[in-house]
């Protein structure tokens, strides 16, 4: 059974930074692609950074230059760095877990089939 589990969130001050923990299990790592992702309230969740198991990453532009995505795949955990938050990065932060195509991953959320139940982050002004 492939299981995801979330940590780390919180409530932060805009400037402040948080650090994201995701533990996968269950899953063929040298096969998959992992990310986080964020649902802003009454929004659609959207992606925020990829990352594949050779270490290649992808962000998404509101984040680049503040978040850093990172593995340690002898734990098999996924971390999120978030550093210089904004009151609009408040959201529901997901990790999940998907293989992609033709070894290639990708940013949107339908690629991924495995999640986790969310952490809140919260950044106020």
């Known amino acids: 059974e492939v299981q995801v589990v979330e940590s780390g969130g919180g409530l932060v001050q805009a400037g402040g930074s948080l650090r994201l923990s995701c533990a996968a299990s269950?899953?063929?790592?040298?096969?998959?692609?992992m990310g986080w992702f964020r649902q802003p309230p009454e929004k659609e969740r959207e992606g925020v950074a990829i990352i594949d198991r050779f270490g290649q990453t992808e962000y998404a532009d509101s984040v680049k230059g503040r978040f850093t995505i990172s593995q340690d795949s002898a734990k098999n955990t996924l971390y999120l760095q978030m550093n210089s938050l904004k009151p609009e990065d408040t959201a529901s932060y997901y990790c999940?877990?998907?293989?992609?195509?033709?070894?290639?991953?990708?940013?949107?959320?339908?690629?991924?089939?495995?999640w986790g139940q969310g952490t809140q982050v919260t950044v106020s002004s």
């Open positions: 269950g899953i063929l790592r040298s096969r998959d692609c």
């Open positions: 999940a877990a998907g293989q992609g195509s033709g070894g290639a991953c990708y940013i949107g959320r339908n690629w991924y089939n495995f």
